[in-house]
């Protein structure tokens, strides 16, 4: 993929993806398909998604984005005291979640598709822009 040239850094602003928080619903289901996890390994998987690139999610944003999906029903938790450490959350999908995941992928498909366009569309005008001075 090529890259434009940016001459400018922008830390912590939006278009740098830095913050992509509402995204973590759809990893967070994709990663409890398979298997059911505890909320800190859930923050440790999700470091090594694509999404997220290697950078650590905040813990406490990850938590609190399992409540909701908990309290929406798309995930269900029950302590698990089977280790000798302290009590841990062990998280699962639920039928409800499957149905999400799947709306979430037919949803980032037609943004996928509404991006492909923008970005083609983007890229000319500033290729015509590079090209013509005012």
């Known amino acids: 993929m090529r890259k434009l040239c940016v001459t400018k850094e922008f830390n912590n602003?939006?278009?740098?993806?830095a913050n992509l928080e509402k995204l973590i619903h759809?990893?967070?289901?994709?990663?409890?398909?398979?298997?059911?996890?505890?909320g800190y390994s859930i923050v440790q998987k999700l470091q090594d998604t694509c999404m997220l690139q290697g950078k650590?999610?905040?813990?406490?944003?990850?938590?609190?984005?399992?409540?909701q999906m908990e309290q929406g029903g798309y995930v269900t938790a029950v302590w698990d005291l089977s280790n000798s450490g302290p009590a841990k959350r062990l998280?699962?999908?639920?039928d409800d979640g499957l149905e999400c995941l799947k709306t979430w992928i037919n949803t980032l498909e037609d943004y996928q598709h509404s991006l492909e366009l923008f970005l083609a569309f983007a890229i000319n005008k500033v290729q015509k822009k590079e090209v013509s001075p005012i």
């Open 91 to 94: 998280y699962r999908v639920t």
């Open 26 to 38: 759809p990893a967070i289901l994709t990663l409890l398909v398979d298997e059911a996890l505890h």
């Open 56 to 67: 650590k999610p905040d813990p406490s944003g990850v938590y609190r984005c399992l409540k």
């Open 13 to 17: 602003c939006a278009c740098t993806g």
